[in-house]
């Protein structure tokens, strides 16, 4: 149905009406846009990053450990957040990945060595900070958590410590609940008495609720 209707004006002398005359019609369109529109606003302002619900997401990418030289393994990980405010959001996060490592009797590193497989694990809770860009949202934070190293092979043991961790991303929206997000992460990893520096590349997909 078309609200806005017009008036063709017949003859030479035709002249434009006057606006008590066409206020009707021009009354008439703008209620047709309301109408049209209103939808589509009410359903903006609940959509996407100003939603605020739990969105869950799986991500992988690249992991970086120091004690194997900086040379990248896959990593896992799983992560769940939720809005604190507008400007703010909390987050759960947890990684697994499996490096090779290249350590002496001090545990530090030495490339002369043969590669040992090990697990790392880890839990984090931390807050980000966002800035909502339409559908876009770059965030910077912080977390903190349980660090845990499982080794195999003939040296087995484990190291179970605290991680400190800097992530740098940014999510997009495709949808009002399903979208894309990138991160760097740079890791402070607790090992006994040496905290080491790492790094995550990762990128996945999540889900809003």
């Known amino acids: 149905m078309n609200l806005c209707t017009s008036k063709r004006l017949q003859g030479p002398s035709a002249r434009l009406p006057k606006w008590g005359t066409t206020s009707p019609a021009l009354f008439s369109c703008a209620v047709g846009i309301l109408i049209a529109v209103s939808p589509a606003v009410l359903q903006a302002q609940t959509s996407g990053p100003t939603r605020e619900s739990w969105t869950v997401g799986l991500a992988a990418g690249v992991f ?37 490592i290249r350590t002496n009797a001090q545990g530090m590193f030495d490339p002369d060595l043969s590669a040992e497989r090990v697990k790392l694990v880890t ?18 934070g912080i977390s903190a958590g349980f660090f845990g190293r499982y080794d195999e092979g003939p040296s087995a043991g484990s190291i179970t410590s605290s991680t400190l961790q800097f992530p740098l991303g940014i999510r997009f929206w495709a949808t009002d609940n399903i979208g894309v997000r990138g991160e760097y992460r740079f890791d402070q990893d607790s090992h006994q008495f040496v905290t080491y520096s790492d790094h995550e590349i990762t990128a996945g997909v999540f889900w809003t609720f």
């Open 64 to 100: 970086n450990y120091e004690l194997s030289g900086d040379q990248g393994s896959p990593i896992i990980a799983a992560r769940a957040d939720r809005p604190l405010s507008k400007w703010a959001r909390i987050e759960a996060s947890t990684t697994y990945t499996r490096p090779e």
């Open 123 to 140: 839990v984090t809770l931390g807050v980000q900070f966002r800035y909502t860009l339409g559908r876009l949202e770059p965030y910077v």
